[in-house]
T-cell receptor, first 112, second 114 residues
Framework: SQQGEEDPQALSIQEGENATMNCSYKTSINNLQWYRQNSGRGLVHLILIRSNEREKHSGRLRVTLDTSKKSSSLLITASRAADTASYFCATHGSSNTGKLIFGQGTTLQVKP | GAVVSQHPSWVICKSGTSVKIECRSLDFQATTMFWYRQFPKQSLMLMATSNEGSKATYEQGVEKDKFLINHASLTLSTLTVTSAHPEDSSFYIC??????????FGPGTRLTVT
């Protein structure tokens, strides 16, 4: 079942602007991951943040995690047209099955 | 990095026929692989967990007799959609688990049932 909800569902910005996407989840987690999916393609892993971390950076990506609110955000700074894609958060939950549960995703369009 | 391939990348079949999709880990061994289905403009839905040498574990609502999963080796899992119908048309994605945290995703297979 899908436990993650993301907002906004769709986001359209100009190149150079920042894009922020939010993800909420329902159960306790060990970590939360963000993935990117270009149209009709597989998923690319962007970043993993552990439950004991509050913020993590990777290049132009900044992820925050608030376990008290069961939410996470992904910030893409200085966006580029190539960032146009769908972005999904995913959680493992507290079990050790390795199953990933994905959020509904945010479709980002960056206009050149 | 770890690479996962899927074959075919797209397939068109007639209603009532069966289709097999392969998922391979190319440069690592994966004891566990996962199969997801994604409908247009929607998120990924986990269908089943495939463990090498044992029966797959299906998610609630997924028909195990319709979606046959075989994980015969540490580098290959197959998903067979039996007696396919147009509503089975979807994007099927597999992933292979390296350890608890990391999964690597295949490029997906677009299935169209006419």
């Amino acid at each position: 079942s899908q436990q993650g909800e993301e907002d906004p569902q769709a986001l359209s910005i100009q190149e150079g602007e920042n894009a922020t996407m939010n993800c909420s989840y329902k159960t306790s987690i060990n970590n939360l991951q963000w993935y990117r999916q270009n149209s009709g393609r597989g998923l690319v892993h962007l970043i993993l943040i552990r439950s004991n971390e509050r913020e993590k950076h990777s290049g132009r990506l900044r992820v925050t995690l608030d376990t008290s609110k069961k939410s996470s955000s992904l910030l893409i700074t200085a966006s580029r047209a190539a960032d146009t894609a769908s972005y999904f958060c995913a959680t493992h939950g507290s079990s050790n099955t390795g199953k990933l549960i994905f959020g509904q995703g945010t479709t980002l369009q960056v206009k050149p | 990095g770890a690479v996962v391939s899927q074959h075919p990348s797209w397939v068109i079949c007639k209603s009532g026929t069966s289709v097999k999709i392969e998922c391979r880990s190319l440069d690592f061994q994966a004891t566990t692989m996962f199969w997801y289905r994604q409908f247009p403009k929607q998120s990924l839905m986990l269908m089943a967990t495939s463990n090498e040498g044992s029966k797959a574990t299906y998610e609630q609502g997924v028909e195990k007799d319709k979606f046959l999963i075989n994980h015969a080796s540490l580098t290959l899992s197959t998903l067979t959609v039996t007696s396919a119908h147009p509503e089975d048309s979807s994007f099927y994605i597999c992933s292979a688990r390296v350890d608890y945290s990391e999964q690597y995703f295949g490029p997906g297979t677009r299935l169209t049932v006419t």
